[in-house]
Structures are given as structure tokens and as C-alpha cells.
């Protein structure tokens, strides 16, 4: 059974860091690109930044680039996001998804499994 599980959220006041990580399950983690989206309150859910399987490639949302950071640790089955000065703007909840494939990383339609979910507020 594949389970994505995201922890690390909480409230965070602005300018302030935390990191996000999302441990597999039941499937080989290394053979799947791995994404971070984000869900605020009244908007569409929203790419953040991907990993791409194999190649190590990594693709952010032009307006998160310098402040967040993707990585895998392939022996843990899990991907962090990193989080540096964050803005009240960034309060959503962050979702991790896996794709087997590599194109349309961007978009919501090109992962095959999601976690949960992980509440980040960042306070003024």
C-alpha cells in the first residue's frame, strides 16, 4: 500500500524556518519524482517544487526560488522542504505527492499519489 505521511508544519512567526518532511511507504521511492504543493484557504492548490527520479533535477515555482529548498534522501524514503524567510503569504497546507514519470511536474494531474498534508502558518 503506498502512504505518503508529511510532518514538520506548525506556526511560525515571519522570517522564521521550518522543514517539511514526507516519508514513503510501500513502493520504491527512488523510481518516483517527488513534489511539494501547497493549499491556502479559498485558493487552488499550487506547485512549490519537484525532484525529478533519476536525473536530479530539481524545478521550483519561480516565486519560491532563494527561500525553499527541495531534497530526498533516498535510503530514508523521504523528501524535506526546506523553508527560509516565511511570509504570512506562505500559511497554507503543504502537501508531498509522488509521479512515476517525469513530465508535467508541475501540475496537479501529473502526480499519482498525495499525503494528507501538513498545516504551515506564519504569523505577522
Known amino acids: 500500500q503506498v502512504q505518503l505521511v508529511e510532518s514538520g508544519g506548525g506556526l511560525v512567526q515571519a522570517g522564521g524556518s521550518l522543514r517539511l518532511s514526507c516519508a514513503a511507504s510501500?513502493?520504491?521511492?527512488?523510481?518516483?519524482?517527488m513534489g511539494w504543493f501547497r493549499q491556502a484557504p479559498g485558493k487552488e492548490r499550487e506547485f512549490v517544487a519537484a525532484?525529478?527520479?533519476?536525473?536530479?533535477?530539481?524545478v521550483y515555482a519561480d516565486s519560491l526560488k532563494g527561500r525553499f529548498t527541495i531534497s530526498r534522501d533516498n535510503t530514508k524514503n523521504t523528501v524535506y522542504l526546506q523553508m527560509n524567510s516565511l511570509k504570512p503569504e506562505d500559511t497554507a497546507v503543504y502537501y508531498c505527492?509522488?509521479?512515476?514519470?517525469?513530465?508535467?511536474?508541475?501540475?496537479?494531474?501529473?502526480?499519482?499519489?498525495w499525503g494528507q498534508g501538513t498545516q504551515v502558518t506564519v504569523s505577522s
Open positions: 510501500g513502493w520504491s521511492f527512488s523510481t518516483y519524482t
Open positions: 505527492a509522488a509521479s512515476s514519470g517525469t513530465s508535467r511536474i508541475e501540475d496537479l494531474s501529473g502526480y499519482d499519489y
Open positions: 525532484g525529478v527520479r533519476w536525473t536530479g533535477r530539481i
